[in-house]
Nanobody, 123 residues
Framework: QVQVVESGGGLVQPGGSLTLSCEAS????????MAWYRQAPGNQRELVAT???????NYADSVKGRFAISRDIAKNTVYLQMHSLKPEDTAVYYC?????????????????WGQGTQVTVSS
């Protein structure tokens, strides 16, 4: 069974920076894509950024130039560096592992979610 756990959330002032971490654990052989999503109160969950095992990165328009996603393939970890934070970035941030090839059964776990970590941007 595969699990992902986020860490690094907290309260930060507008214009500040914060780095989120997410580690996947379990019977993992490889992970195709790791991603960050976020959900603000009253809103739907939205994609923030993705990173594939091949190094392809993708960002939501709202965070381009401010956020940076990176992966440590060997550690099954993904990071989200957030800079120039705005109040509208306030949300629960969720880590997502997609198409996880495992060393047991089932052979694949296609969509694994973490519990989320709160990010609050406020003065």
């Amino acid at each position: 069974q595969v699990q992902v756990v986020e860490s690094g959330g907290g309260l930060v002032q507008p214009g500040g920076s914060l780095t989120l971490s997410c580690e996947a654990s379990g019977t993992i052989y490889s992970i195709e894509t790791m991603a960050w999503y976020r959900q603000a109160p009253g809103n739907q969950r939205e994609l923030v950024a993705t990173a594939t095992s091949g190094g392809r990165l993708n960002y939501a328009d709202s965070v381009k130039g401010r956020f940076a996603i990176s992966r440590d393939i060997a550690k099954n970890t993904v990071y989200l560096q957030m800079h120039s934070l705005k109040p509208e970035d306030t949300a629960v941030y969720y880590c997502n592992a997609q198409r996880v090839l495992t060393t047991s059964t089932p052979e694949y776990e296609y969509d694994v979610w973490g519990q989320g970590t709160q990010v609050t941007v406020s003065s």
